[in-house]
């Protein structure tokens, strides 16, 4: 048994072991393929899981924000589609090269770079939102070539940029959103759940650098876009008023500004504008340049103030001719010297209305002892005076007005002429708005809504007391009156003016040289009722709100007849334009008398025609001859038919195709003008 | 039953590459509207910079050398006025 195997017994010994071979590894073979199949056919939450993560990965799908409009629907806000650089550090290749590319590119330090694709992640972004300026760069340096492919390990994300297209229009109103489009401040945080609309987590299968490619489009159609908000702001007013005040400030010199208008009959913000300005669109702006003053910023309303006084002096009985003894210049309360604004003023006996027209400090002190604290505190509660104004704008304040326990003769004598007290711009302007809407304190509106609200506003005086203030406030802009410069020719015009000293942050002491000067009011027997605030912070030089913000209330409410065609008293009747569905309820509505050749001044167009004479009727009415008008504005037109009783019935927008009577036909006076217009 | 198999293999693969394709196709019209959605933007977005005040008053001024009017000299469109959103009218 010991010696060498036989051939015949060498071959079975062969195919023995060449049969364990075989049934091992069948053996083997069947082991992979029972676990091949267990783990197939079998569930097995883990390994799903790192399955899915191998190729499968979420994506957020973000809606369209919605877009701020003006009231008109004019764009304030909107969005735009923008690129974002993002990367997955683990498939970068040529990374020095490619660091030092990216940052010359995007003008990002080196280190910055070096730091994100260094990460250990999929994804990390590099930039976002980059400029027209930066992509061209990008496929300067090859980075992104002309298909826009990039280099392994980048990819860009389309992601939605939010633009101002009117840049600082309304930039302290409208806010700001961060860099997801999230509103941060202003109407973009205040409204954000509105606008953001409804984000949708789906699924995608990632390509093999790691980028989401296929998209389940069936889930992703589940977004929906966030809804427009349409403002009470008038785009065409704010700008006229942003200018305004822009002008004022640098004329003035002062450090900061204001200005609001509020339709006093519902609370409407139709402009709000506030200096410095800034522009939206651009990254940086410190927070003290984006503050919307008019309503997060608080100040002692001074002299303004005097008008709520008197409000609340007459509604406990008192008449605008009740008098009270202004001391002759000088007045003590508690062992402190009360003195006027202006030392050369120096009254005796004074009525409620002059202690308005000549601004009397000492006056209003004396009212406000008389009345007593209890009344003058009420009424200051009631006009909401340190408590929110409900207007929902993000970090409004409440001001404040100090409790009752803290009234000593000197404190009610100090906010009888309006120190003492903290308010806001906005709420002086809607306590001025009850004046002017007869005594009922509106809610600030901005966001503009169609539903007729059911709630009735708070009346807080009565129309009586309303009308007397406004009387009283007619008064100062008289010749001798403290707001002379406010007064608008063809306008009667009621306010105030105010000049409050500024309380030394440091001391806590009035400043002699630091003032805030504002001037509230509004433009009386018109409509729209509508009630503007103006303030300068810190005019250098003269100070007073006489020779400051008086001479920008002017120029708000110049700007603000034009733009809603508010006719002034002294004018005749104004053109008007004929409606109605038939054209003879179009003439009815035409019975429009002339409009007088001197209100309209030197306007005369050149080679405007002329009318010419033709006669006169027996009963002694003028015959014209019609000149052709066609080719002409309606406004052009106009220029040439005024001064005279035509009627005149307008249709259709742009240049006059048609007119009737025809060219050189008679014309009498009280005849139908007819135009009709097209498009040029 | 092999014959079977086979036309269900490769009407399987056909399935899958048909939804493939499609899958590609509609992403590629989804990018087209999403470009032309953004053309869209870009035009509104310039059409709203045409129109603002700030640049018609530059034009007004410079180019045709208006000026603010005065009080007297403007008309006044009653049948002009929308509410207090209404503007002086065109006419």
Redesign the interface.
């Known amino acids: 048994m010991g010696g060498r195997l036989r051939p015949t017994e060498l071959g079975i010994e062969f195919r023995r072991r060449m049969t364990v071979l075989m049934v091992g590894c069948l053996l083997v073979a069947g082991a992979i393929a029972s676990r091949a199949a267990y783990i197939q056919f079998w569930n097995n939450p883990r390994l799903e899981q790192m399955s899915r993560k191998q190729f499968q990965s979420k994506v957020l799908i973000r809606p369209r924000r919605g877009v701020i409009a003006d009231r008109s629907g004019e764009p304030l806000a909107v969005n735009l589609e923008a690129n974002s650089l993002a990367a997955n550090p683990l498939k970068i290749e040529n990374r020095r090269t490619l660091i030092r590319l990216l940052s010359k590119a995007m003008d990002l330090p080196v280190a910055m770079v070096t730091k994100r694709l260094n990460e250990k992640k999929e994804f990390v972004w590099i930039k976002r939102h980059l400029s027209e300026a930066e992509m061209g760069k990008l496929k300067r340096f090859k980075i992104v070539d002309a298909d826009g492919d990039l280099l392994s390990g980048l990819w860009m994300v389309r992601e939605s940029e939010r633009i101002y297209p009117h840049g600082e229009l309304a930039a302290h109103t409208l806010g700001a959103v961060n860099i997801d489009s999230e509103g941060v401040e202003g109407v973009e945080l205040w409204q954000n759940e509105k606008m953001r609309g409804k984000f949708v987590s789906v699924e995608a299968i990632k390509d093999a650098l790691g980028r989401p490619s296929l998209i389940d489009a069936v889930a992703a159609k589940h977004v929906e876009d966030g809804e427009p908000v349409q403002l009470t702001l008038d785009a065409s007013l704010q700008y006229a008023v942003e200018q305004s005040l822009r002008d004022s400030v640098l004329k003035t010199g002062s450090k900061a500004g204001g200005v609001v208008v509020m339709n006093a009959a519902n609370g409407e913000i139709l402009a709000m504008a506030n200096q410095p300005a800034f522009n939206p669109n651009m990254s940086g702006i410190p927070l003290d340049r984006r503050r919307n003053r008019i309503l997060t910023d608080g100040y002692e309303p001074g002299s303004t103030l005097k008008a709520v006084l008197i409000a609340s002096a007459m509604s406990n009985g008192w008449k605008l001719t009740d008098q009270v003894n202004a001391e002759h210049g000088s007045f003590m309360v508690q062992g402190k010297k009360i003195s006027e604004a202006e030392v050369k003023e120096k009254f005796d006996w004074i009525n409620l209305r002059k202690i308005i027209k000549h601004s009397s400090n000492i006056g209003a002190a004396k009212v406000a002892l008389k009345l007593g604290a209890d009344k003058y505190l009420k009424t200051l509660k009631d006009y909401g005076f340190g408590s929110k104004t409900g207007s929902g704008f993000p970090g409004e304040i409440s001001g404040r007005v100090p409790a009752r326990k803290e009234w000593q003769p000197l404190t009610l004598a100090n906010i009888g002429f309006g120190q003492g007290v903290l308010v806001t711009p906005m709420q002086m302007t809607r306590a001025y708005a009850s004046f002017l809407n007869g005594g009922f304190l509106v809610t600030p509106k901005l966001i503009k809504d169609d539903a007729i609200s059911t709630e009735t506003p708070k009346r807080v005086i009565s129309e009586k007391v309303a009308a007397d203030v406004v009387n009283a406030l007619l008064a100062v802009t008289e010749d001798d009156g403290t707001g002379l410069k406010a007064r608008l020719d063809g306008y009667d015009v009621a306010g105030k003016t105010g000049t409050a000293q500024v309380v030394e942050s440091t001391t806590g002491t009035y400043s002699r040289s630091r003032h805030i000067a504002s001037f509230i009011g509004f433009a009386v027997g018109v409509e729209p009722k509508l009630v503007i605030f103006t303030s300068l912070d810190e005019p250098k030089g003269v100070y007073f709100a006489a020779e400051t913000a008086a001479p920008l209330f002017h120029d708000v409410l110049n700007a603000v007849v034009n733009r809603f065609s508010i006719p002034p008293r002294s004018e005749t009747a104004p053109v008007k334009l004929a409606k109605g569905k038939s054209p003879h309820d179009r003439i009815q509505f035409s019975q429009a008398k002339a409009i007088a050749l001197s209100a309209v001044n030197q306007l005369t167009l050149p080679d405007e025609p002329a009318l010419q004479w033709q006669g006169a009727t027996p009963k002694g009415q003028m015959i014209w001859k019609m000149p052709s008008l066609k080719g002409m504005t309606a406004r052009e037109a106009i220029h040439v038919l005024h001064g005279h009783s035509f009627r005149l019935e307008v249709r259709g927008d742009g240049v006059i195709q048609n007119q009737f009577p025809e060219e050189g036909k008679a014309l009498a006076e009280g005849d139908v003008v007819r135009l009709a217009l097209v498009d040029p | 039953m092999f014959p079977v198999l086979i036309v269900m293999a490769i009407s399987t693969v056909w399935l899958r590459l048909s939804i493939v394709r499609t ?1 590609y196709e ?2 590629q019209t ?1 990018g087209m509207i ?1 470009n032309l959605s ?1 053309e869209r ?2 035009a ?2 310039r059409l ?2 045409l129109r ?3 640049r018609l ?1 530059g034009i007004a001024k410079i180019k045709f050398g208006l000026s ?14 929308k ?9």
């Open positions: 899958t509609l992403d989804e999403r953004q933007d870009q509104e977005l709203t910079g603002s005040p700030r008053q603010q009017p005065k009080a007297d000299q403007v008309i006044h469109l009653r049948g002009a006025e509410g207090i959103g209404g503007a002086i009218a065109s006419h």
